[in-house]
């Protein structure tokens, strides 16, 4: 990709943070510097210059993105997480250190509870700059160890090559699969080759599933109906661990695990609930005024830049980098009470 040669101007009432750190200085600094794996500005940025409704607007090629484009990068993860570049991340994946009845037990609120996390293998660029080749290679890599996982966890790995569409999109609308066509992806070259190399592997149950070369080479999910949050967090610890011990993920003492987009940083953990809010939803200001309380992110059903349907939405937590897995699912615990609380004085 071609070097930029002047500081990009962004559309009125862009708010991404890129907009914002992106200033002359830093423009400076970095308009003429790539890693070794060639990745530049351009494609650091691209995403969010064409996609002006961006939230954040950058994406990383590799591990070493973080530091040779330190100068954006930083502020804008110190914006996102409030996470400081002398800080260093900490993790706690144990279970037992989660405090986390059911918020729900009658099933009035909550439809279902899914966790994530996302991981990249330390010795690949990460997908925005990863070849053709290689990519096959970490789909190798990901399956081998996903057919040694025994019990509960077992199951099997679909490549979206070759995949029935109708099946596809019946994944991908039960809230299974991830999407096709992604625009922010597809801007930051995460999208390159499509659909080659790319599937899902899940058990029978399709409680524990992964998402193999979307955004980051793996998405680690373990989700179920209803709201027993320690149960889906106790199963994707343990589904974690195992293939940790068969697979190298890319991390840092300072960011934690590494990923593609700078908002998955750390703990690279997205937990969330689906929830029915009728009387809440229907006072909006009241509800984002919970959730900010709470650091918590709103967002449609079908996943973000997605809208809502039938006042259902899906509530996770915002930070990923400076807390802990067990940080990250005890705000979403306390927000979800705090929500059907509020839900219920209407
Ligand atoms: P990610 O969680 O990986 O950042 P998205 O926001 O795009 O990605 O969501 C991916 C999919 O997971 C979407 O289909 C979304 O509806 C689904 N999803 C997210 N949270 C839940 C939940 N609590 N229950 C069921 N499905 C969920
Ligand atoms: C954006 O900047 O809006 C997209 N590139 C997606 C960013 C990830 N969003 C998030 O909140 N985790």
Redesign the pocket.
Known sequence: MKNLNKLPTFANGCD???SKHLTDTVFAELKDKHTRNGFDLQQVIN??LI?T???????AGDKASYSTFSALFDPIIES?HGFKKTEQHQSNFNPNDLDAPNPDPENNYIISTRIRVARNLSALPLGSAISKRQRKIVERLIVVALNKLQGKLAGTYFPLQGMIEAERVKLVADHFLFKAGDR??EA?GLNREWPEGRGIFHNDEKTFLVWVNEEDQLRMISMQMGGDIKAVFSRLSTAVAELETALRFSKSDHLGYITS?P??LGTAM?ASVHIKLPRLSKNMPEFEKIAKQYQL?IRGIHG??SESQGSTYDISN?RRLGVTEVECVQVLHAGVLALINREKLF
Do not use: M
Request: aromatic share 12%; charged share 15%.
């Open positions: 991404s943070l890129l995403s969010g996609n409704d961006s939230s954040i607007g950058v994406y996102y922010f992806l930051a987009c908002s998955n997205r992110q973000e830049h915002r």
